[in-house]
């Protein structure tokens, strides 16, 4: 019930917000959010906190009727902040430390095994600068490889219009789902970088 009515208080926020402080730039591939289903990985690239924040709002954008079951995976640092770590608990999103090795991970393999939606940004941290682009780490590869999920890749970027003014333009490009046939843990890495260049490549990088 909590989820129910933190998810819809949430897009309607957010729905405010995008009307008043953001503009359209490049939106590509909504369409492929419609109907959305698990089990499912989005990976995504990583501008801000709000990245995935924004990726569900789009996704409950698309798909109004109901709820969608979204889990994101977040820094376990903003699990401690009093409220915050509460919202981010009743949002159902996973708190991840780095440094803890892959197999922090195994919860979201369970989930992706009940069919649920996942959210991961195979860098890891943020890149602030638009066109800076790190190394993938081996999460998402341990994701795919245990869960034999499908890989959505996402885009995002925004950048703000004007110096005074909180207004934003915001780029968000969805590509296709993509299967990958992992076989063993050597391999985490080369395909996490093949993940992350996916996501890139929607914009042509």
């Known amino acids: 019930m909590a989820y129910n009515i933190l998810y819809w208080l949430t897009f309607w926020k957010y729905n405010t917000i995008m009307r008043l402080f953001v503009r359209i730039g490049n939106i590509q591939g909504l369409d492929n959010l419609l109907n959305i289903n698990g089990p499912l990985i989005l990976a995504s690239n990583h501008r801000g906190r709000l990245d995935g924040i924004w990726i569900w709002y789009y996704i409950a954008k698309m798909n109004r009727r109901y709820p969608v079951d979204i889990r994101i995976v977040t820094g376990e640092i903003f699990f401690k902040i009093p409220i915050l770590g509460w919202y981010l608990r009743q949002m159902r999103c996973f708190p991840v430390e780095q440094g803890r090795g892959v197999e922090v991970l195994n919860p979201m393999v369970e989930v992706l095994s009940q069919g649920k939606i996942v959210t991961i940004f195979p860098e890891g941290k943020m890149q ?14 341990y994701l795919v490889w245990k869960s034999k999920a499908p890989v959505l890749p996402i885009y995002i970027n925004y950048i703000k219009r004007y110096k005074y003014l909180p207004i934003w333009e915001m780029t968000l490009i969805i590509g296709k789902p993509h299967i990958y046939n992992i076989k063993s843990e050597n391999e985490l890495k080369e395909y996490a970088d093949k993940i992350l260049d996916s996501v890139y490549q929607l914009v042509g990088k």
């Open 128 to 141: 602030k600068q638009p066109h800076h682009r790190s190394n993938a780490k081996r999460g998402v590869g």
